[in-house]
């Protein structure tokens, strides 16, 4: 629920048993990204420093734009974004058909 988060802070959810998603809520906006750092994938994005629509992550300091997911310079690895939605005081968040981690039975096949 929307009045679960904290401003300027994130918070972790499970997609699925592999997938977390991170969701910050800056000034009357949601934004959900991906939880797992794209520079070294330790999943502690929610963990990270939020200053205006960016997020630094807390092992070694890189920072994402929240919208798009780019750094700032707009070189390197890109967080992936989700797209969210607010419904009665609910927040959804799209989850995309392709996971990045799929460790489901048919992945062996
Ligand atoms: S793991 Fe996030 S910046 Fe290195």
Do not use: W
């Not at 994130?10 to 990204?33: L, R, S, Y």
């Not at 750092?37 to 920072?63: L, Q």
């Not at 780019?70 to 967080?79: D, E």
């Amino acid at each position: 629920m929307l009045k679960d988060l904290s401003p300027n802070k994130g918070m972790c959810f499970d997609i699925d048993d592999e997938n977390e998603v991170a969701v910050f809520k800056i000034g009357d906006k949601v934004f959900a990204v991906d939880n797992i750092c794209p520079h070294n994938h330790v999943p502690e994005i929610y963990n990270g420093y939020v200053e205006e629509k960016n997020v630094s992550c807390p092992v070694h300091g890189f920072t994402f734009n929240l919208e798009t997911g780019l750094q700032p310079t707009g070189f390197g690895c890109r967080l992936r974004t989700y797209e969210v939605k607010i419904e009665g005081g609910a927040v959804h968040v799209a989850v995309p058909e392709e996971r990045r981690f799929d460790f489901g039975a048919d992945a062996y096949e």
